[in-house]
């Protein structure tokens, strides 16, 4: 109960960040140069045409007033309509959602595992071959520019040899291999960099473990080598590396702007992209403050993992 | 002049242009059936034809909707819902008879009250609605006939009709009152929305109502007898370039848009794969700021400057030279930009600015990222401008800034560059907007030159006022034209009847 009753205070402590977040969407977005209703209305028109579709969308009143007209919607639950898209806000992240969702949730499937075992195994064979072959992989991956890669990867895998489709999404109700063919390129590409920066943080945290006094006592039990590692020390590695995951995952979901963007997905990131290109302010706020309430929320998980992880931490 | 990029491609692969028949043959045998993925560079972001702009939306739409006229193969008004159209010896009032048993995409017949409806929604939601402002007044003497009378002559007011930008399209009288972008998806055209995700992808299958004009010999451009033979033509948004080559290569589309030079010669060895080179598409034009660049004489200076070859070749382009506002297919096409086109003569730049007392006030040159020849071409007149003693800052903005400050004269620029595509392709009435870019629009030249323009009656007389008014934009440095640039498309050979035109069109294409 008290443990609800804190997770209530700290959802409502997110309150004000996201408020603050919105305004501030608001304004970066109108303090851009640029007009959606020149994009609207195209490259051939004139002064006029544009201004007639600067009425038609209300954006000839002050800012003050488009903002106050915004937050008094979105007090009501109205994240406002895309001026490109003509769609509401709400419905357009709802769809594309279960894209970025996805793509995020299969990188990640990637990123824990893997990352963990090489940074596990490179604190194990610290100093050896295993240990710079890692950091080697782990410094590329953190290195490469992730459009980069996955233009090359694109070259290999889809054209060069036709194993995996070039781009596209398939929704996950047209069944499990194909939804999961389509996101393995992309899940894999946006997991690079991750797995890179994890690796490095699991290795540097099983070196400290490895380090303590209960490894030694372990050892000199003789506990073997890999039962100690996988008993007494793995959990405790865990808890830098579970604060690590939180981060990871936002990370993720700010990756696949760049992902889908390759690899024409329809997701969340680039409805963002395409709307801050596109001056769809409507959409770039409300975007923005989904976005902020579920980097919320991803702490907020993150914060009860921990306190399963390390029974010393507690709400209580 | 052969240009070297142009022929790399053709050595590369099979390159289509000008019309030319593809695959002959058994192989030609049309046929119903099949579907085709065409890959492009944005989402359809608008289906409502009156107020659409964008290419990507245009494409989509005129497969779904139709106008009295459209433009033809060769870019001239045809009629297309229209039987026949009267003109008053006045120029005045236009009578449109209209083809009977045409119906909307729902089953319901078109008449002369879902023309005059399609009008009156036009005048309201268009960002084009001024082209309908010297309307005096619209009737319906009978179902199949829709009359529109001027206040004023017009010679050109079916010509102002067949623009695909802003179509006029015929809706359902029931979508008058719809607001701008918000039409139910009802037209008459030869294909119907059948999926639509927005920002992902859109489909159309073909419609089974669709009345083609039989009158008609065959498809002619946006007008004439149009065959549905693919079941369904699905629009997908890949906006990086190096993908949708990829989804060409690999598959997963059958035709490609907006395909750089540079990422076409990846397709090379490809036999079953052709590049179709669409040029004239656009032309790079620089343009001037009336009221900020006010010195004639260093705006000449700066004419004198460009290098269409170096600008076009920095930027990896597909081009041709020519020195018109208007394409060279165009009955407006003329040389009487000549004498200023692609000079790049650094002492003749000098000349003008010793006579225009040129004390090196700063020029700002505005240019976006996102357009390589913009860009790239901006570059090289800047090194040129340096060259010939002019203070030029060189500012980089994004595109959606760079169009904003273009069309409303905001952002402090002197100098800009855009890709000006259907003025130069479908004549002076398309023209009369992309003038105002100079912020000049009440400029006497424009106004009294266009009102004689529509006035006159005699097609001889109105090329003689257009190539005044381009004369006066080339020589008072409002427009310094740096070439035609081409669109080069991909596509996959399995699909016959695909031709080069401005803007894609997929019905009487079939698949092998």
Not at chain 1, 12 to 21: E, K
Not at chain 1, 48 to 74: C, F, T
Not at chain 2, 152 to 175: C, D, G, H, R, W
Not at chain 2, 255 to 262: E, K, M, N, S, V
């Amino acid at each position: 109960m008290r443990m609800l009753r804190r997770l209530l205070l700290r959802l409502g402590q997110a309150i004000p960040v996201i408020l603050v977040v919105a305004v501030l969407a608001f304004f970066l977005m109108h303090l851009l140069p640029g007009d959606p209703a020149a994009v609207i209305a195209g490259p051939e028109a004139g002064a006029e045409a544009v201004e007639r579709i600067r009425r038609q969308l209300g954006l000839d009143r002050s800012i003050p007033e488009q903002l106050l007209v915004w937050l008094w919607h979105l007090a009501q639950g109205d994240f406002g309509t895309s001026i490109i898209h003509n769609q509401s806000v709400l419905q357009a992240l709802a769809d594309r959602m279960p894209v970025t969702a996805s793509l995020t949730l299969v990188a990640f499937a990637m990123t824990i595992p893997i990352g963990i075992v090489l940074g596990v195994a490179a604190a194990k064979f610290r100093n050896t071959w295993v240990d710079s072959a890692v950091m080697l992989m782990a410094l590329i991956g953190v290195s490469v520019p992730g459009f980069w890669i996955a233009i090359l990867s694109v070259i290999l895998f889809s054209v060069t040899l036709g194993w995996l489709p070039a781009s596209g999404y398939v929704p996950l109700s047209e069944g499990v291999w194909p939804w999961l063919r389509a996101l393995i390129q992309p899940a894999a590409m946006l997991a690079l960099f991750q797995i890179g920066f994890l690796a490095r943080m699991a290795r540097s945290a099983t070196l400290d473990v490895l380090d303590q006094d209960y490894i030694r006592t372990a050892r000199a039990k003789g506990v073997s080598e890999w039962r100690t590692i996988a008993k007494h020390a793995f959990r405790n590695t865990l808890i830098p590396v579970v604060t690590t995951t939180g981060i990871i995952l936002s990370l993720l979901m700010g990756g696949s702007v760049v992902i889908e963007q390759v690899f024409a997905m329809p997701g969340v990131g680039r409805l963002i992209v395409q709307a801050i290109l596109t001056r769809d302010y409507p959409m770039v706020q409300g975007t923005l403050l989904a976005l902020a309430f579920l980097f919320v929320a991803i702490n907020l998980m993150v914060d009860i993992v921990y306190t399963w992880v390390d029974p010393r931490v507690r709400y209580d | 002049m052969v240009n070297p990029r142009r022929t790399a491609l053709l050595l590369g692969t099979a390159l289509v242009a000008g019309g030319l028949a593809l695959a002959s043959g058994p192989a030609m045998a049309q046929k119903k059936g099949g579907s085709l993925v065409y890959a492009n560079v944005s989402a359809v972001g608008t289906m409502d034809p009156h107020v659409a702009a964008a290419v990507v939306d245009l494409e989509t739409i005129h497969h779904v909707y139709e106008g009295l006229v459209e433009m033809g193969e060769d870019y001239r008004a045809a009629p297309m819902l229209a039987s026949k159209i009267d003109i008053s010896p006045d120029g005045r009032t236009f009578t449109f008879s209209l083809r009977k048993g045409v119906k909307f995409a729902n089953g319901k017949e078109m008449t002369a009250a879902d023309v005059i409806a399609s009008f009156e929604r036009y005048k309201k939601v268009s960002p084009n609605a001024p082209a309908l402002g010297d309307v005096a007044g619209m009737e319906t003497p009978d179902p199949y006939t829709f009359v529109i009378k001027l206040n004023k002559p017009n010679s050109l007011f079916v010509e102002v009709m067949k623009t695909p930008t802003y179509s006029f399209a015929i809706l359902p009288a029931e979508q008058k009152d719809k607001p701008a972008r918000d039409p139910d998806l009802v037209g008459i055209g030869p294909y119907v929305v059948s999926e639509w995700a927005r920002d992902s992808h859109l489909v159309l299958k073909r419609n089974d109502n669709y009345v083609a004009d039989e009158s008609a010999k065959g498809p002619d451009g946006y007008a004439g007898k149009k065959t549905a033979f693919l079941d369904s033509i699905r629009y997908n948004s890949v906006p990086e370039a190096n993908t949708r080559v990829a989804a060409l290569q690999t598959g997963g589309a059958d035709f490609i848009g907006a395909l750089p030079g540079d990422v076409a010669k990846r397709l090379k060895g490809r036999t079953d794969i052709s590049v179709l080179s669409v040029i004239p598409f656009c032309q790079a034009t620089f343009i001037s700021h009336a009221k900020n660049f006010t010195n004639r004489s260093v705006r000449q200076a700066v004419s004198m400057l460009i290098d269409s070859e170096e600008m076009m070749e920095a930027a990896g382009q597909v081009w041709d030279r020519n020195p018109s506002l208007m394409f060279k297919p165009s009955y407006y096409f003329s040389d009487v930009g000549a004498a200023m086109y692609d000079q790049h003569s650094v002492d003749k730049a000098k000349a003008l600015l010793k006579a225009g007392n040129y004390a090196g006030q700063k020029v700002v040159l505005e240019t976006n990222t996102n357009y390589a020849y913009m860009r790239d071409s901006s570059q090289v007149l800047v090194e040129q401008m340096k060259k010939a003693g002019i203070n030029v800052e060189l500012k980089m903005v994004d595109w959606t800034t760079n169009v904003g400050d273009l069309s409303k004269g905001t952002g402090g620029w002197d100098m800009t560059i855009t890709g000006l595509c259907s003025g130069p392709l479908l004549g002076p009435q398309q023209w009369r907007l992309s003038l105002a870019f100079a912020q000049n629009p009440d400029d006497p030249v424009v106004t009294e030159g266009y009102a004689k323009m529509f006035a006159t009656t005699d097609a001889a007389e109105r090329k003689k006022i257009w190539m005044g008014i381009e004369k006066y934009f080339i020589e008072e440095g409002y427009m310094m034209k740096v070439a035609d640039i081409a669109d080069l498309r991909g596509m996959n050979d399995k699909f016959v009847g695909i031709k080069p035109y401005y803007m894609q069109r997929f019905w009487d294409v079939w698949k092998k």
